[in-house]
Structure formats: structure tokens, C-alpha cells
């Protein structure tokens, strides 16, 4: 396992691995992260939306803009 230098570092090493994102509506989306970019917009698959801590639905593919992303991690 490498040692993480960097916050994208981290984020790469949960890339094919189950992530509970929680966005600013405080609402969740667990899903498989797919790719990423620097400003950490998202591709997840087999994405799910959670509120309150209940499935709510399940959307499939996803996109997520990372400015409405505040914590990100693995399941």
C-alpha cells in the first residue's frame, strides 16, 4: 500500500471501492467510485440516494459536481 501524499491520493485509492458521499442538502450518495477530477466531481455507479439514514432511491449512474460535496468516504 503507498503512503498518501496528497488529498487526491487519498480519493484515487478509493477509486472501484464502495463511498458514502455527503453533499450540502444533507443528503447522502453511496455508490462505486468511478472517476474524479481535480475540482472532485464524481462518477459513481450503482449509486444510491440517503436521507436520514434511509434509502431513498436508487439512481444508478451518477454524476456529482464537487462543490456541493463536503465529506467523502469509503464504505
Known amino acids: ?26 443528503k447522502q450518495i453511496i455508490g462505486t467510485l468511478k472517476a474524479f477530477d481535480v475540482h472532485i466531481n464524481t462518477v459513481l455507479t450503482d449509486a444510491e440516494e440517503h436521507e436520514n439514514g434511509q434509502l431513498k432511491r436508487k439512481l444508478g449512474n451518477v454524476f456529482i459536481r464537487g462543490d456541493t460535496i463536503i465529506l467523502i468516504t469509503s464504505q
Not at 1 to 24: F, G, H, Q, W, Y
Open 1 to 26: 500500500m503507498t503512503e498518501l501524499e496528497r488529498p487526491l491520493d487519498a480519493l484515487n485509492s478509493s477509486r472501484n471501492k464502495r463511498v458514502i458521499l455527503e453533499l450540502k442538502n444533507n
